[in-house]
């Protein structure tokens, strides 16, 4: 154990140990309750109005790219940190027998070791994600048609607009409340932290629910 815990204390090894200790931490807030796992995600549905916006033809093409590449490997039907969990962890033991098998002490070739790493890592979570994807569709259903959130009043987590995904929660009678990706129905003013909401209806291409402004006795 000790020559592991100072393999991974190398200078070649420092990143995946750094980023492995940060999917550490996160899911052990995940698991006292501070953060929702998923707390941090990225929206891979962007859509882009040329008349209100008018960003180049190029930008569009890039972005819907990017959203192409997130897709294969799942990250449009499994949350951002089980990705993440599933890449950092091959690639911290990679790192680690590489380096060892190879005699290396040098960061610099550490570091480069972790390109190629890294690539076979992201291929090896799409293959372990797999059986992710079924489960949190599955999930996601289950809990959205059980508690029906849509006509209810939430209160927003993190700010949102027309064109921005945000968080709000919706207060459960029996159990913790129900954290919900949202996004403004209109083109009013965003929605700040602590603002009061009421979910009008669900986008089903966003996978998010769709909010407005909404004035609390």
């Known amino acids: 154990m000790t020559e592991l815990l100072r393999a991974a204390a190398s200078p070649p090894n420092l990143l995946p140990t ?23 995600d990225l929206d891979t549905n962007h859509d882009f109005d040329a008349g209100h916006h008018g960003p180049p033809a190029t930008d569009t093409g890039g972005v819907m790219w990017l959203n192409q590449v997130l897709a294969f490997f799942n990250l449009d039907q499994v949350p951002l940190m089980v990705l993440t969990s599933l890449v950092v962890l091959p690639l911290w033991v990679g790192s680690i027998l590489a380096n060892y098998y190879l005699g290396n002490t040098s960061f610099w070739l550490g570091l480069a070791l972790l390109i190629p790493l890294l690539l076979g890592s992201l291929l090896l979570a799409k293959v372990l994600t797999m059986p992710f994807v079924h489960v949190f569709a599955r999930l996601e259903h289950n809990h959205d048609a059980g508690l029906r959130p849509v006509g209810k009043v939430c209160t927003v987590l993190l700010p949102t607009g027309r064109e921005r ?53």
């Open 18 to 40: 750094a980023l492995l200790v940060f999917v550490l931490l996160y899911w052990v807030t995940v698991i006292v309750g501070v953060l929702d796992f998923k707390a941090v």
């Open 165 to 217: 995904l945000g968080q709000a929660s919706v207060p459960v009678r029996h159990g913790a409340p129900l954290v919900l990706n949202v996004r403004l129905a209109s083109a009013a003013p965003e929605l700040q932290k602590g603002d009061s909401a009421l979910v009008i209806d669900y986008d089903e291409p966003g996978r998010c629910y769709l909010i407005e402004a909404y004035e609390v006795g």
